[in-house]
């Protein structure tokens, strides 16, 4: 079973930035669209940030848009997300996810997910 492991989650004042990791293990996402979704409580979990298999495309919510870059490395297998300018909204618990290419960058749901990473942005 292909596991998705987070880090780099933490607590961080309005303003400040944070980067997530995304470790992938058990078998590579090469031919899969990677990104995170977070989930604030008492709320749905939501599309944050997507990039393309070949890394040449990505896609952004709006709210995040500006602020947050993704990126991958396929030689480590992994994915980040970088993360400025923070704000108390973003506080969320964060997910890595991984989708088949052929879905498109901005999608609903994800064929393997993460554990979550909490992010806590303080006023």
């Known amino acids: 079973q292909a596991q998705l492991v987070e880090s780099g989650g933490g607590l961080v004042q309005a303003g400040g930035s944070l980067t997530l990791s995304c470790a992938a293990s058990r078998r590579t996402f090469t031919s899969y669209n990677m990104g995170w979704f977070r989930q604030a409580p008492g709320k749905e979990r939501v599309f944050v940030a997507g990039?393309?298999?070949?890394?040449?495309?990505?896609y952004f919510a709006d709210s995040v848009k500006g602020r947050f870059t993704i990126s991958r490395d396929d030689a480590l297998n992994t994915v980040y997300l970088q993360m400025n300018s923070l704000k108390p909204e973003d506080t969320a618990a964060y997910y890595c996810?991984?989708?088949?290419?052929?879905?498109?960058?901005?999608?609903?749901?994800?064929?393997?997910w993460g554990q979550g990473a909490q992010v806590t942005v303080s006023s």
């Open positions: 990039i393309a298999w070949s890394g040449g495309d990505t």
């Open positions: 996810a991984a989708w088949l290419a052929y879905r498109g960058l901005r999608v609903g749901g994800a064929d393997y």
